[in-house]
């Protein structure tokens, strides 16, 4: 079958063909894949930065963030049926007895960093024509969703991040008053770092949840980013034309910052305007360049007299890709078109190398297979 790879010590992309895999336990599903989205990480595996093929081989089959469709089930398989619509999850647990997260089914938090990731680390990944896996990886996405389900992983990130902001927040029980009814974001201020994907997929989660959001992003390329995220109820400033102080000014008191640029020295000046009581979520991976000056005075004040934290989150947990489901749905009537106007481009499967491998335009670029 065929296969989108990269050979790292060849320093190329390119389709290949694959073996099938086999069916090999009686828990394992057959997904036919349908879309695969690119991201960020795949533009930095194919310019051989990032990831690694399986042990022992010579490339690694790409893609991460999928959508597939159920053709086999194993005789012992409880939750997937042919024909179900199927998001497989991107990490595997690490085999360490002692990774406890791990042994927990946790593998977002493993300890020894044994673990791999499909498309990324040590596994091969779903830009190809079947994938399979056993079915505690597999997450089913109703026939609804056809079109949007292939950002069901991106949105992970968001909804791991959200889950553990409601859990450290529960610091400060008075913004989430017990039976008001009211979203529990109401009367706090988010402000998103950046506006591609998991950008407006995170600001789509934070409006829904209540929050006063701001979405603060240099414009990049024809697309317009502002009009499409005021659609769905949250502000845009640009970058150019205000400083983060400026931001600051604008929004009041910032509760939490969700950050999903990986570009470092903006985020530590976010840091530096982040709110009383307020949570910064870092979820960008940055590519290390040099190293930039940041105020760290001020930044270690703030932390302090303003009761701040920090957090960084790796995606995710089965509960994410429940919650991610569980929103494109409710994204998916609320704002119809703004979820639409997310995916910008859809290129067949024979010119996904030149795609991976060139400039990133528009806001999500996937790869179908029909
Ligand atoms: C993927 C995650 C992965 C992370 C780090 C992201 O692009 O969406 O599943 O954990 O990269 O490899
Ligand atoms: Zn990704």
Redesign the pocket.
């Known amino acids: 079958m065929k296969a989108v790879a990269v050979f790292p010590a060849k320093r190329k992309v390119q389709l290949v063909e694959h073996p099938e895999p086999p069916m090999s336990s009686p828990t394992d599903v057959k997904l036919r894949m349908l879309e695969i989205g690119v ?1 960020g ?1 795949d533009r930095e595996i194919v310019t051989f930065q990032y990831g690694s093929p399986p042990p022992g081989a010579e490339y690694l089959v790409i893609g ?2 999928s959508l597939g469709e159920a053709v086999e089930v194993g005789s012992s398989v409880t939750r997937v049926k042919p024909g179900d619509l199927v998001v497989p999850m ?2 595997r647990p690490c085999s360490d007895p002692t990774c406890a997260p791990c042994r927990a089914a946790r593998q977002d938090f493993c300890t020894t960093g044994e673990f791999t ?1 499909r498309g ?2 040590g596994a091969h990944g779903f830009m190809t024509e079947l994938v399979v896996d056993d079915e505690r990886y597999m997450n089913v996405v109703p026939a609804t969703l056809r079109d949007f389900g292939v950002l069901t ?2 949105l992970t ?1 968001a909804e791991k991040a959200i889950a553990e902001v409601w859990k450290v927040q529960q610091r400060l029980p008075w913004t989430r008053p017990a039976g008001t009814g009211q979203p529990p974001g109401r009367g706090q201020r988010a402000v998103v770092l950046g506006a591609g994907p998991v950008g407006l997929l995170g600001a789509m989660v934070l409006v829904n949840a209540g929050f006063e959001t701001t979405v603060y992003s240099r414009a990049s390329g024809p697309h317009d980013k502002s009009g499409l995220v005021r659609s769905f109820g949250a502000k845009y400033v640009a970058a150019e034309a205000y400083t983060t102080k400026q931001l600051a000014e604008q929004v009041g008191n910032i509760d939490l910052v969700y950050e999903a640029t990986g570009a470092s020295p903006v985020a530590f000046e976010m840091l530096e305007v982040l709110g009383t009581n307020g949570v910064f979520v870092f979820t960008g ?1 940055p590519g290390r360049k040099g190293p930039v000056e940041v105020d760290t005075d001020l930044i270690m004040r703030n932390l302090v007299l303003k009761n701040q934290l920090v957090l960084g989150t ?3 947990d089965r509960d994410a890709y429940r919650g991610a489901i569980r929103h494109l749905a409710t994204f998916a009537s609320r704002w119809p078109q703004a979820l639409g106007r997310l995916i910008t481009s859809r290129t067949p499967l024979d010119e996904a190398p030149a795609l991976v491998a060139g400039q990133p335009t528009g806001i999500k670029s996937v790869v179908v297979l029909e």
């Open positions: 991201c990480t991460h963030e991107v990490r990731e990324i680390r992983e991106p990130i991976v790796v995606n995710a």
